[in-house]
């Protein structure tokens, strides 16, 4: 039987990690192994872990060193064939370790695959459109259905194609990973927010990628969740994407990430511009000025820089 390791990092999500771990307990697939790995939580989560008797759960406490650190403590002890990554304050449906389990027993060549999911506002229970809907390329995918399961392969690289969409299906709450195909992987502990991004797409670059349409998880937006002020999450995109440079790649790989990389500078000078970070707006515009791509899709964003510039100037004018 295939083993599956459950990472899940904690920083004070005391009030919901009981629910996220309950989660993980119901699967219709059971894991083999939970590693809880505690970041210095100065809100009881530990005391709470430690009333649960499942002999699957290991308890780790580190001092507080951020996500990445805690994620990379749990890959380095986790013995499963399978990698599943569980964030304390999110939770799974019941068959998400079952639906993603098959799709990658189902071909052997897969890195990695992913699923749908829902946010879902811990105040008041609202229940945000499906995470698809945000990948309209989806629909215009070439790939192949995998035998027995509800997902499907993507046929290209999957590298190129992921990185074109206009948001990457980069959450680790809904993959399931190949062990033996991420070995060496680790998170980058440099990056504040979008470490998952970074770590993701490295991943593409490793094999083969499926995905399943069916919601897999639930993910809890709150007021202490790390992306909750995304005003100036183009800049943390960017870095993310400039951090992948740092991996081997074939030269197709390279060109796709250099085109991405233009338009993630644009991104920055937009978001820069919006907050009257002007001289800052200009830099990033000037280096994406400067990237490879479509002359006309430069322009476009040019005048997207320049009016979000003047309606900062407007109504900081006021």
């Not at 990445?68 to 990698?83: K, M, Q």
């Not at 993603?100 to 459109?129: H, I, K, W, Y």
């Not at 992306?227 to 197709?252: F, H, I, N, S, Y």
């Amino acid at each position: 039987m295939s083993r599956i390791s459950v990472i899940m990092p904690a920083f004070n999500n005391g009030p919901f990690i009981l629910e996220a771990i309950a989660s993980v307990l119901t699967q219709t697939r059971q894991p083999d192994e939970i590693i809880v790995v505690d970041d210095g939580s100065t809100d009881g989560t530990e005391d709470i872990v430690r009333t649960l008797t499942d002999t699957r759960i290991t308890f780790i406490r580190q001092e507080n060193s951020g996500v990445s650190v805690a994620r990379n403590r749990g890959l380095e002890i986790a013995t499963g064939e399978f990698i599943a990554f569980l964030d304390a304050d999110d939770r799974w449906r019941p068959t998400m370790l079952e639906q993603q389990l098959a799709l990658m027993l189902a071909d052997t060549s897969l890195v990695c695959c992913f699923g749908n999911f829902v946010r879902f506002v811990s105040q008041t229970g609202e229940v945000l459109p499906p995470q698809f809907t945000f990948y309209p390329e989806i629909a215009s995918v070439s790939t192949t259905a995998l035998p027995h399961t509800r997902g499907v392969r993507i046929d290209r690289n999957a590298f190129e194609v992921l990185l074109a969409w206009g948001e990457w299906p980069a959450f680790t709450q809904t993959m399931l990973f190949r062990r033996h195909l991420i070995r060496g992987l680790r998170f980058n502990p440099k990056l504040r927010r979008c470490q998952d991004a970074d770590y993701v797409l490295r991943t593409f670059l490793r094999g083969t990628v499926a995905f399943t349409p069916d919601l897999v998880a639930d993910i809890r937006r709150h007021g202490n969740n790390a992306t909750a002020d995304v005003g100036l999450m183009a800049l943390d995109k960017l870095r993310a994407l400039e951090c992948v440079q740092d991996d081997p790649m074939t030269r197709p790989h390279m060109h796709a990430l250099e085109r991405r990389l233009g338009q993630a500078r644009f991104d920055a000078a937009i978001a820069l511009a919006g907050r009257a970070r002007y001289r800052e707006a200009l830099t990033f515009w000037k280096s994406a000025i400067r990237s490879s791509g479509s002359p006309i899709r430069k322009l476009k964003r040019t005048l997207r820089v320049g009016l979000t510039a003047l309606e900062s100037f407007g109504q900081t004018a006021h």
